[in-house]
């Protein structure tokens, strides 16, 4: 699982993989045991999944890529409301029964709906010039191309070596 989108929310949206207008080659949400690792991984508490709960993970992940891709927050709206009535809001923040499995999904919309609000991060959402994963940079000078350099930016300068080693023979 590779987690470089630098937000629990396009995190979510990079767990499926494939081409853009494709169908998807891979998925890492496919058991609700892989929601509560991925939850874990990004950070958001998760002790309890179930199939509605992976359900509506995969339904939240596809509202996020609307939300932050397209432009299109109403599906995510809509989670969060969902989110908000379930939760309770205290002193430090929203909270959500540890032990009701959807817990895991109103807390990744509660975290992708601050990120929607958030201007100054959105200011820094990219899509990955290869893979189009979306991650925010945190580069001082704003310049990031790529999700991982590892992955795609190492792949990229390769081809692009190789492009211009093609070029000069
Ligand atoms: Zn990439």
Known sequence: MRLDGGHPALDLVNTVYGQVGQPPEDDVLRAPEDLMTF?????????????AALEAARRLRTACE????????TGLEAAARRAYRAGTLR???W??????P??????????????????????RLRGCHDCCWLYLDRSKNRSRK????????????????????????
């Open 39 to 51: 939850a874990t991984r990004v950070g958001v508490a998760a002790d309890a999944s179930s199939t």
């Open 66 to 73: 609307r939300a932050f891709r397209d432009d299109d927050p």
């Open 91 to 93: 002193r430090g923040g």
């Open 95 to 100: 909270t959500w029964e540890d032990a009701d």
């Open 102 to 123: 959807m817990s895991a999904v109103h807390r990744l919309a509660h975290a992708a709906a601050q990120l929607l609000a958030d201007d100054d991060a959105l200011a």
């Open 146 to 169: 790529w999700c991982s350099m590892e992955d795609c930016g190492t792949n990229a300068k390769k081809r692009r070596y190789v492009e211009k080693r093609r070029a000069l023979s």
